[in-house]
Nanobody, 128 residues
Framework: QVQLVESGGGFMQAGGSLRLSCAAS????????MGWFRQAPGKEREFVAA????????YYADSVKGRFTISRDNAKNTVYLQMNSLKPEDTAVYYC?????????????????????WGQGTQVTVSS
């Protein structure tokens, strides 16, 4: 079992920055990659970014590329999502998730159904 707890959400004006954290506990050594997803009211959950624990390679959705940065601290079992140049359309509940299976492509890692564990989510609201 892996437990995930997100924090760092809040209210921000457009153009501002927020950093989300996802603290992992339990059998974290068995996780292959971590992902961030978001879900806005009335919309489906969408992929934001992913990172592999080993090596730290990353992958981003086009909508956040160049504005968001995913990183990890292996010693703290924590994954971060630095969000800069925030836009009102970034408003959503943000979730972190853990995938325990090797994936041969980033496309697979962008699909929510491959993730085994999910956090409770943290709200991010961006005003115009």
């Amino acid at each position: 079992q892996v437990q995930l707890v997100e924090s760092g959400g809040g209210f921000m004006q457009a153009g501002g920055s927020l950093r989300l954290s996802c603290a992992a506990s339990g059998r974290t050594f068995s996780s292959y990659a971590m992902g961030w997803f978001r879900q806005a009211p009335g919309k489906e959950r969408e992929f934001v970014a992913a990172i592999r624990w080993s090596g730290g390679s990353t992958y981003y959705a086009d909508s956040v590329k160049g504005r968001f940065t995913i990183s990890r601290d292996n010693a703290k079992n924590t994954v971060y999502l630095q969000m800069n140049s925030l836009k009102p359309e970034d408003t959503a509940v943000y979730y972190c998730a853990a995938d325990q299976t090797y994936r041969s492509s980033w496309y697979q890692s962008s699909m929510s159904r491959v993730y085994d564990y999910w956090g409770q989510g943290t709200q991010v609201t961006v005003s115009s």
